[in-house]
């Protein structure tokens, strides 16, 4: 029987040439995640602590034990984690989503305002670092400017994932088709939600969680009507 030495020859070969056997792209991409998840979270404990704007970028690198150009290797700014923390948001919202079975079938209001509860829940540890970047973001030049492309492409992610919420409940018969322009006023509705909630004082937030559960129930009734009367 002839035996196969075309792996034994290459083995022999890379172990001579001195080079590591290659990992792989996923393997590499896992690396890659599990950096900038270092990074962030040195930068998270620093915000809390100093702020967005008194924490450096040296600070940042000497907390994650790594080089400040390897930091910018991943972020460019502190603007680009801000970017990095609320693309990771919005995809745990997206994955917990597609696990919670109670949250899939409930009516469209109660849908929504578990996913929006979701979201403030897992945001609360960040509350000053969310507005931090909050007020940011009226700057005409910042990357968090809502104009910004940076921005746009995370808006994209969040009115898709909203979109597809919207499309079934219209399958379903609970409201009628409202295609992007409803994705978009959910979205801008969950903004008002989030700048209420920043400055929202009551115990668990108590006021916010109302606001938004009179709000969604009212935007529902308002949707079911078939005929208007002015």
Aim: glycine share 6%; with cysteine; hydrophobic share 35%.
């Amino acid at each position: 029987m002839k035996k196969n030495t075309n792996a034994s020859e290459k083995k022999k070969s890379a172990s001579k040439s001195g080079r590591p056997a290659p990992t792989g792209p996923g393997k590499r991409e896992k690396n890659k995640e599990q950096t900038q998840e270092r990074i962030l979270k040195a930068a998270l404990e620093l915000f809390r602590k100093k702020g967005f704007y008194k924490t450096t970028t040296k600070e940042i690198s000497q907390k994650a034990k790594i080089a400040e150009g390897t930091l910018f290797n991943y972020f460019k700014t502190k603007e680009d984690l801000a970017l990095y923390f609320f693309d990771r948001e919005i995809q745990n919202c997206i994955d917990w989503f597609g696990q919670d079975e109670y949250a899939q079938q409930a009516p469209l209001p109660e849908k929504l305002f578990a996913i929006t509860q979701h979201a403030l829940e897992r945001l609360e540890p960040y509350q000053e670092f969310i507005g931090a970047v909050y007020w940011r973001a009226f700057q005409p030049k910042s990357k968090l400017n809502p104009l910004s492309l940076e921005i746009q492409e995370l808006r994209l992610k969040e009115l898709k994932f909203i979109r597809g919420i919207l499309d079934q409940a219209g399958e379903n018969g609970e409201i009628p088709p409202l295609g992007d322009l409803g994705a978009y006023a959910v979205g801008l509705g969950f903004i008002g939600i989030l700048t209420y909630w920043l400055n929202d004082k009551s115990e668990g937030k108590e006021n916010t969680l109302a606001l938004l559960d009179r709000s969604l129930n009212l935007a529902h009734q308002v949707l079911k009507r078939e005929t208007w009367e002015w």
